[in-house]
């Protein structure tokens, strides 16, 4: 394997990345942020807190109006919790994120940490498109539904959990339809994005291409 891109940042830079569940972009997207001294903001956690939030009061996630008002008073604070990280978590995240409601109230938040003074990597599934059309550089991370529910599985099973394959493909699919298919921001790349597809890459492999792809960026601006 070639070695890792060294790549030096003239002025703080916009990084936007885009995805499907588990194809690697929260991976990547540390990597980057590591590598290039940038302020990172996984979104997801914003909507995984949402839902784990309306799941503790009792509250119905499919109801728009109550979605809405804890979107509204969503703190900081509350991405600090243990608890976000989880499939359930994730699929709590992927109930609440298709109230139009929810995602107004998320834009303010989403778009101060991406402007700030130092630059940002933000990931998500509408950065691109919606948050930050603007971004200097955007990626969109993808893989095989296959090879997603494939990762999933091999990670539950890592922790001791008893997990069946065909049950995580049918979520990963079923996730897949209903960001994709949602009235509000659909989960796409933005039409200047650059796909990268983890199928058959290892993470290192994935940031390698990433960063190349910052650095010719950079060459031509």
């Known amino acids: 394997m070639p070695e890792m891109t060294d790549v030096v940042l003239k002025r703080p830079l916009l990084i936007a990345i885009d995805g499907p569940a588990a194809a690697g972009k929260g991976t990547l997207a540390q990597g980057l942020a590591t590598r290039l ?4 903001l996984d979104t997801g956690l914003l909507y995984r807190a949402i ?6 009061a009792g509250l ?5 109006q109550a979605a809405t008002a804890v ?3 969503l703190t900081p604070a509350d991405l600090q919790r243990a608890d976000l990280r989880g499939r359930e978590a994730g699929e709590l995240a992927s109930r609440v994120a298709v109230h139009s409601g929810v995602r107004a109230a998320l834009i303010a938040f989403q778009r101060d940490f991406a402007h700030g ?3 940002a990597v933000l990931d998500g599934r509408d950065i691109g ?4 059309p603007d971004a200097d550089v955007k990626l969109y991370v993808t893989a095989s539904a296959e090879v ?4 999933r599985t091999d990670e539950l099973l890592a922790k001791g959990r008893s997990v069946d394959y065909q049950a995580i493909l049918s979520e990963v699919k079923a996730r897949d339809a209903r960001d994709s298919g949602r009235v509000e921001a659909p989960l796409r790349p933005a039409d200047d994005a650059t796909v990268i597809d983890t199928s058959a890459l290892g993470p290192a492999e994935v940031l390698m291409t990433a960063l190349s792809i910052v650095e010719n960026w950079q060459k031509r601006h």
């Open 37 to 40: 001294q940038l302020p990172y």
């Open 51 to 56: 839902g784990k939030l309306m799941q503790i």
């Open 60 to 64: 119905d996630l499919d109801d728009a």
């Open 71 to 73: 979107a509204e008073k």
């Open 117 to 119: 003074p130092h630059g």
């Open 129 to 132: 498109t919606v948050i930050c």
């Open 148 to 151: 997603r529910a494939r990762r």
